[in-house]
Nanobody, 128 residues
Framework: VQLQASGGGLVQAGGSLRLSCAVSGRTFNYLDMGWFRQAPGKSREFLAA????????YYSDSVKGRFTISRDNAKNTVYLQMNSLNPEDTAVYYCAADSASGGTNWYRPFAGITPDYWGQGTQVTVSS
């Protein structure tokens, strides 16, 4: 499975960005998808996940209400819409995939930061 993240950049505080992650190598709707970030000197942090069908989402408390994860299964792409950005959101952002389990605990590989596949990161810098 190959994951290619894009859409990062420099944005002013209060602004918005939308990250994209294009996926190939596997039937996309058989993959649950997630987003993570890692700031300098900090551990990788889970942000959001969406199940293979796009019917369920799960967010960390740190971004709930500001970030929205979505997917377009026709385009094999997952998105992260980020609003009300602040300098503390500055980090490298990663997308990740896990084989869809379909169960009620489908999000646990993401919350536990143990998905099967990782993409390369895209830098997001928020200026004050």
């Amino acid at each position: 499975v190959q994951l290619q993240a894009s859409g990062g950049g420099l944005v002013q505080a209060g602004g918005s960005l939308r990250l994209s992650c294009a996926v190939s190598g596997r039937t996309f709707n058989y993959l649950d998808m997630g987003w993570f970030r890692q700031a300098p000197g900090k551990s990788r942090e889970f942000l959001a996940a969406v199940n293979g069908a796009g019917t369920r989402t799960y967010y960390s408390d740190s971004v709930k209400g500001r970030f929205t994860i979505s997917r377009d299964n026709a385009k094999n792409t997952v998105y992260l819409q980020m609003n009300s950005l602040n300098p503390e959101d500055t980090a490298v952002y990663y997308c990740a995939a896990d084989s869809a389990s379909g169960g009620t605990n489908w999000y646990r590989p993401f919350a536990g930061i143990t998905p099967d596949y990782w993409g390369q990161g895209t830098q997001v810098t928020v200026s004050s």
